[in-house]
């Protein structure tokens, strides 16, 4: 995950509370029609995971960000630097090239979706002309090996943590959203 804000560091996490889609070319819902879901998408990631993620990754120490917003680009490049830039514009604090439309075709049917990111990279437009490098492929490896067992520790934090039921509205949301 690339940061697109000087003060989300490589090595940092981030419990995500929006994504803005930038793919072009992905399938995003499992309704084609005659049935079609318009789901309410304001607040995509589960309010009860993230609160569990939040309060899991500050007992275990780790560099923290309690929201964010992700940009997805479709890929498989990185940006330009006038892209990052304008990404970061537009208000987003991450990028990356997954999860949308995952978190997407996850509420249709009604499944709860966490978003915890590993920031690995600063990507290419926020610090151009510094001397911190753009974003390469062997950077993001390297921070992502480099952080790995913590994101581990965390996943698990919060699967050992989530209680049976938590009435957080995903399954009723997918409900609402049917029609036809
Ligand atoms: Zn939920």
Same mark, same amino acid.
Request: net charge positive.
């Given at each position: 995950m690339g940061s697109l804000k000087r003060n989300i560091?490589?090595?940092? +996490? @981030? *419990?995500?509370?929006? +994504?803005?889609?930038? %793919?072009?070319?992905?399938?995003? %819902?499992? +309704?084609?029609?005659?049935?079609?879901?318009? /789901?309410?998408?304001?607040?995509?990631?589960?309010?009860? =995971?993230?609160?569990i993620a939040v309060s899991q990754a500050k007992?275990?120490? !780790?560099? /923290?960000?309690?929201?964010?917003?992700?940009?997805? /680009?479709? &890929?498989?490049? =990185? #940006? %330009? !630097?006038?892209d990052?830039?304008? +990404? #970061?514009?537009? &208000?987003?604090?991450? *990028?990356n090239m997954?999860?949308?439309?995952? $978190? @997407?075709?996850?509420l249709e049917l009604g499944i709860c979706y966490l978003n915890i990111s590993l920031v690995t990279d600063y990507d290419a437009g926020i610090y151009a002309g510094s001397? *911190?490098?753009p974003v390469s492929i062997d950077q993001v490896l390297n921070n992502f090996k480099k952080n790995n067992a913590k994101l581990?520790?965390?996943? #698990?934090? $919060?699967i050992k943590n989530t209680p049976e039921r938590t009435g957080?509205?995903?399954k009723e949301k997918a409900e609402r959203a049917l029609i036809g």
């Open positions: 560091k490589p090595g940092d +996490f @981030v *419990i995500c509370d929006q +994504f803005i889609d930038q %793919t072009k070319k992905r399938k995003d %819902t499992f +309704f084609n029609g005659p049935q079609v879901a318009h /789901i309410e998408m304001a607040y995509p990631y589960c309010p009860e =995971f993230r609160k007992k275990l120490n !780790l560099r /923290i960000h309690g929201k964010g917003t992700v940009v997805v /680009i479709e &890929g498989p490049r =990185f #940006s %330009t !630097l006038a990052s830039l304008r +990404f #970061s514009k537009m &208000g987003g604090d991450l *990028i997954t999860q949308y439309p995952e $978190v @997407v075709l996850a001397k *911190i490098k581990k520790k965390l996943v #698990s934090a $919060v957080c509205g995903c």
